[in-house]
């Protein structure tokens, strides 16, 4: 049988923040900071429901992203459902988005960023 990926399981994102950028994940996105199992450093792991999809491990020196022409990720994407009440919130939160509507594919993506500069859409069904 041949290998065949079926899902995207988790992101992992390295900080020098690691407090502060679970906060965020957290009191922004609505993930529940859950159980990791015990690893030589530090680190939190962030579940959507009971699924885990962020791991975020806390480093010493600079972050993963870089200035524009050191980025290698340029993103990663959640699925998530409730949009006008995420925007209601990325608004009292004080966060900077752009929320782009694309009608051909039933899709609303609010493009934000963590504390560490790291790209995220949020993607909503234009059904719901």
Known sequence: MQMQVTKLDHVNVRTTQLEVMTTWYVQVLGLRSGFRPQFSFPGAWLYAGDVV???LVGIDST???GSEADLKLEHF???ASGAE???QSLIAANEK???VELPEINLVLFNIADPDGNRIHVDFSTSE
């Open 97 to 99: 988005y752009r929320r």
């Open 53 to 55: 999809v962020v791991h």
């Open 85 to 87: 009440h995420f925007e």
């Open 77 to 79: 994407a959640l699925s």
């Open 63 to 65: 972050p993963g992203v």
